[in-house]
C-alpha cells in the first residue's frame, strides 16, 4: 500500500523508540490490521494479550471500551487510544446507576455485563463476558436466571443456546442490528452455496437464518479451517477485507456495515498517538478495583 508507506514505516519506528506495541481488534483497516498491529484479535483475545504486554505503552487501535479493558488488566502500563471519540452504540446505551438500579429489581439474580461497556458499568457488574465467551460464562454461573447487558441480541441468542432464564437491556450494536432475515435469504438466492457466518450481536431472526454464529475470531478460524469456496461474514466491513487477503481461495461476498467508531481509528491518528503520547487512558482507582474483579472473573471461567 505505497499511499501509507510513510506513515507505515513512521509507526514501525516509534514503535521502537516509544516501547510500544499496537493491539488491534478484527474491524481494523487492513494497512492497520496488517501492517502496523503486534497482535490482532476478538475483544476477548485483546483483553488476555494485554494482560501479557511487557511493553511500556499499549496503542489500543480498537475503541474506548477496549483500551479501558486493557488499562484494567495491566494498569502499570501507559495505555493509548488515538482517537479518544471512537465509542460504541452499546457501551453508551447504558449506565452504572441503569447497573445498580436493575440490581435493585432482581434481587439475587447475577449480572452478567458485556465487555462492550464502560468500566463504571462493569464495576457495578458481578462478572462480564464477550461474544466469545457468553455461553460459557452464563452456563459457568449454574443458575436458571441471570441479567445480560447491555446487547439485547447477544443476551437473546445465548437465552436460546443455554436455556437460561435472562433478563435483557434495550442496547444494541448499531452494526449488526441493521442485518435483517430477508438480507440472509437474499444472499443464499443470489449466491448458490454459501456460507452464512454471523455475528451474535446480530438478531435472533438473522442468526437463525446462519451456518455459524461466533465472534470474530470464531468467524476468521471458521474460514481457516472448512476453507468454504464462498461465505459471508454477516458482521463489519473490515472482517472480510482482513481475512481475505490470507484466504485467495475463498470468494467473500460483502454486504458492508460500517463502524462508524471503530473507522475513527486511522494510520495518521496512530502515528500522532505515538509522536505525543496521546491519549492516555486512565480509569478512577475506586471504580478500576470492582471492574477489575468482573474482568478477572470472567479470565478465570
Ligand atoms: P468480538 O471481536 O469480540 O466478536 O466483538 C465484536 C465487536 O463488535 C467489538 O466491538
Ligand atoms: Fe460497538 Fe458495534 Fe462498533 Fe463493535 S461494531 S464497536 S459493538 S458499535
Known amino acids: 500500500w505505497p499511499a501509507f508507506a510513510g506513515d507505515i514505516d513512521a509507526i514501525l519506528a516509534l514503535k521502537r523508540e516509544r516501547d510500544a506495541v499496537i493491539l488491534a481488534h478484527n474491524y481494523q483497516t487492513p494497512e492497520i490490521f496488517h501492517c502496523v498491529a503486534d497482535i490482532v484479535g476478538d475483544s476477548l483475545a485483546l483483553a488476555r494479550e494485554a494482560m501479557k504486554v511487557d511493553a511500556g505503552t499499549i496503542v489500543l487501535a480498537g475503541v474506548h471500551f477496549m483500551a479501558e479493558t486493557a488499562k484494567l488488566l495491566n494498569p502499570a502500563k501507559r495505555v493509548l487510544i488515538p482517537d479518544l471519540g471512537a465509542g460504541c452504540s452499546l457501551a453508551a446505551s447504558i449506565t452504572a446507576a441503569d447497573v445498580r ?34 455461553k460459557k460464562i452464563v452456563e459457568s454461573l449454574g443458575v436458571p436466571k441471570v441479567i445480560m447487558l447491555p ?107 460500517l463502524c462508524p467508531h471503530m473507522k475513527q481509528i486511522t494510520l495518521p491518528k496512530i502515528r500522532h498517538a505515538l509522536e505525543t503520547m496521546q491519549h492516555e487512558v486512565t480509569i478512577d482507582p475506586a471504580v478500576a478495583e470492582p471492574a477489575r474483579r468482573a474482568v478477572e472473573r470472567m479470565l478465570e471461567v
Not at 435493585?104 to 461474544?131: F, H, L, M, W
Not at 437464518?209 to 461474514?233: N, Q
Open 101 to 134: 438500579l436493575l440490581r435493585q429489581r432482581y434481587p439475587g439474580v447475577p449480572i452478567v455485563t458485556y465487555v462492550n461497556t464502560s468500566a463504571a458499568v462493569k464495576a457495578e457488574s458481578d462478572i462480564c463476558c464477550t461474544s466469545g465467551n457468553a
Open 151 to 257: 446487547d439485547e441480541y447477544l443476551a437473546q441468542n445465548i437465552a436460546a443456546e443455554t436455556g437460561v432464564e435472562i433478563v435483557t437491556w434495550a442496547g444494541h450494536c448499531e452494526v449488526h442490528e441493521r442485518f435483517t432475515a430477508q438480507d440472509i435469504r437474499q444472499l443464499r438466492a443470489g449466491h448458490p452455496g454459501i456460507v452464512v457466518l454471523a455475528h451474535p450481536e446480530c438478531p435472533p431472526e438473522v442468526v437463525g437464518e446462519s451456518d455459524f454464529t461466533g465472534s470474530t475470531a470464531a468467524m476468521i478460524d471458521y474460514v481457516g479451517l472448512k476453507r468454504p469456496a464462498r461465505v459471508v461474514l454477516v458482521t463489519e466491513c473490515s472482517m472480510s477485507d482482513n481475512v481475505a487477503v490470507q484466504h485467495p481461495g475463498t470468494e467473500f461476498i460483502r454486504p458492508c456495515n
